[in-house]
């Protein structure tokens, strides 16, 4: 039970930055706002290395990438680490008022587990949301041309069969550096 809550929070708090970071925001006092060279070197970069535009090189897709991967890392460190604490946090209070509830429930090793997903979201996750960019932005409309109905359909089955696809591969990420073993389920 620990280790779902530890997922859980984990996931919530990843969902919450991962939507945050990337969302644009509004200066809503009117007065224009100083930028320093750092944040509009990142404003020329594209969102994702498919997106389409002349003006983006090679050079800057690749920064993109490796942005937006390093973005991902940060956050799943993050992310995990306030996780699994919080659920070696849980577990210690409920053997500490509870102690004849039965055997003792190991502690996660919060370093190691944040780690690893940190190095999931960086590659794993970073990837698939690039595929999905691209995919959405240059197959589908070639495909379905100026349906918005068949577009949305499309984008919705590709992000379920993304969102599966990426637990499906966390449990195997987990189970390759040792967090999880085949008995753990």
């Known amino acids: 039970l620990d280790f779902y809550f530890a997922n859980l929070i984990t996931a919530l708090l ?15 006092t009117g007065k224009e706002l100083a930028r320093s060279a750092w944040s509009s070197f990142v404003q020329g ?3 994702n290395i498919f997106q ?8 800057d897709r690749v920064v993109a990438l490796v942005l937006k991967s390093a973005q991902l890392a940060s956050v799943g460190l993050g992310c995990a680490a306030v996780g699994f604490a919080l659920s070696n946090i849980s577990i210690a209070v409920r053997e500490r008022l509870f102690p004849d509830s039965g ?8 370093i190691a587990v944040s780690l690893v997903y940190a190095l999931f979201l960086a590659t794993s996750s970073c990837m698939r949301y690039q595929l999905v960019a691209g995919i959405e932005n240059r197959v589908f409309p070639q495909i379905m041309g100026n349906r918005p109905l068949a577009l949305q359909t499309s984008s ?3 992000r379920f069969g993304n969102t599966f696809l990426g637990s ?4 195997f990420f987990a189970r390759y550096f040792g967090l999880m ?3 753990d389920h």
């Open 168 to 171: 499906s591969h966390w449990i």
């Open 14 to 28: 990843a969902d919450f930055f991962l939507g945050y970071l990337p969302a644009p925001s509004v200066n809503i």
């Open 52 to 59: 389409r535009g002349a003006q983006f090189s090679f050079l």
């Open 103 to 110: 055997p003792p429930t190991p502690k996660t090793d919060v």
């Open 181 to 183: 073993t085949t008995s």
């Open 45 to 47: 970069l594209p969102s």
């Open 156 to 158: 919705f089955l590709l």
